[in-house]
């Protein structure tokens, strides 16, 4: 199929959805698919620019900033985006492209009037993939009241969503939020798995052997450092294993909070605690193979349902993981049925020290552990599956 892909995250950013749409973009192209990324950029003077990425058309279209700025002007910049990458993709060699189906990935909330143009001009399907139900994990937050910033933000959602053939949410427990949207005509919705490609192997730059804490067991942390994280109950384990010299904490990403916490961490006399900036996606594997255990961690005020990229990357490498998440999260489900690591969801650093200090007992007596990690990411996040069904959608009666 002709295809294209709407986002506003991919490669050179290293984010875990840039990573995610890289791996998808290079699948459609290993089966057989043509291609093309749309992407805004803020940072171009051209109205466009075409490239060529692992087989696969890129074309970043000038846009207002919406990354690394206040609120408002985000809000302003990501309401102008579509109008603005649509003005500019009209005046590209890509304007009489006919596409046999539209794909676009949420966040952002606002592709929807781009989405909707390209559909109508060539009368093909659209493919939303939900991996952030916005506004709502907001209010959840606590960051946003039900106002009119609310009402606002969730028209646009709907909006979106409305234009949509197929939504695909990354789990069973999200498909309730969508259930009204469902019942309209021609509508499907379904459970599309996260997915992460096989990353290249390169030398990780963090070596642990060469820090304090070298010879331990260490629990690895890699990603966003942000409010929908809470990371700070993982300051509050790491003070409960201070005086224990086989284990110690490594975090690694960058965000609104990561400052802070290794602040916070200094303050605390934490020396079973190494910060260090993000990586590159390649590194990630060698980096875990140093480490003993992955974290995940999630504001507990959360109400959705969210399987972090992070945690694909910690099975994709045999790590079991240690996660604290909101109460009913289907991950804690998923954890416990496949015998992969420890889940605490009550947001309580006794009952997470409990389940670290079982975690680390099993990791010395079950042989078995890495390889139910690895193979639970061959069975269910296959990069592969997820183009195939996504093809699927758009192909069902066109």
Not at 205 to 211: K, N
Not at 283 to 292: G, H, K, M, T
Not at 340 to 369: F, H, S, W
Request: net charge positive; proline share 5%; with cysteine.
């Amino acid at each position: 199929m002709r295809l294209v892909l709407i986002a506003d995250t991919f490669p050179p950013l290293r984010t875990s959805g840039a990573v995610q749409l890289r791996d998808l973009s290079r699948e459609f192209a290993r089966q057989g698919h043509t291609l093309t990324v749309l992407l805004p950029n803020a940072d171009q003077r051209e109205l466009w620019k075409l490239e060529e990425v692992d087989g696969v058309q890129v074309a970043r279209l000038r846009a207002p900033r919406t990354k690394d700025i206040g609120y408002v002007r985000r809000t302003l910049g990501e309401c102008l985006m579509p109008y603005a990458m649509l003005r500019a993709y009209c005046q590209s060699p890509l304007a009489d492209e006919r596409w046999g189906g539209v794909i676009w990935y949420a966040p952002s909330i606002f592709h929807g009037p781009l989405a909707q143009a390209l559909k109508r001009r060539s009368g093909c399907k659209g493919y939303l993939i939900v991996r952030d139900i916005f506004p709502e994990w907001a209010v959840d937050m606590g960051l946003m009241g039900r106002g009119l910033p609310y009402r606002f933000f969730d028209a646009v959602a709907r909006y979106q969503y409305s234009v949509a053939d197929t939504i695909g949410v990354q789990t069973p427990g999200n498909e309730a939020y969508f259930m009204r949207w469902k019942q309209g005509l021609g509508r499907k919705l379904e459970v599309l798995q996260n997915w992460l490609d096989k990353p290249a192997q390169r030398p990780c730059s963090i070596r642990i052997v060469d820090t304090p804490l070298a010879g331990r067991k260490v629990f690895v942390y890699a990603g966003n450092m942000g409010v929908a994280q809470g990371m700070d109950i993982v300051l509050d384990l790491a003070e409960r294993f201070a005086g224990r010299q086989d284990v110690g904490f490594v975090l690694v990403g960058r965000g609104r909070d990561a400052k802070r916490l290794a602040s916070s961490a200094q303050n605390r006399g934490l020396n079973n605690v190494l910060f260090f900036d993000e990586i590159d996606p390649d590194e990630i594997p060698d980096l875990y193979a140093q480490c003993s255990v992955g974290i995940v961690a999630l504001d507990p005020r959360h109400k959705s349902h969210n399987i972090p990229g992070k945690f694909l990357t910690y099975m994709q490498s045999g790590l079991p993981v240690l996660a604290n998440v909101n109460a009913g999260n289907d991950l804690a489900d998923l954890i416990r049925r496949e015998q992969i690591g420890r889940a605490c969801e009550t947001n309580d650093v006794n009952a997470l020290e409990a389940l670290a200090l079982d975690l680390l007992a099993q990791v010395d007596r079950d042989a078995e552990l890495p390889q139910r990690c690895k193979q639970l990411f061959e069975r269910q996040f296959s990069v592969a599956q997820a183009v195939r069904q996504i093809v699927a959608a758009l192909e069902q009666d066109a």
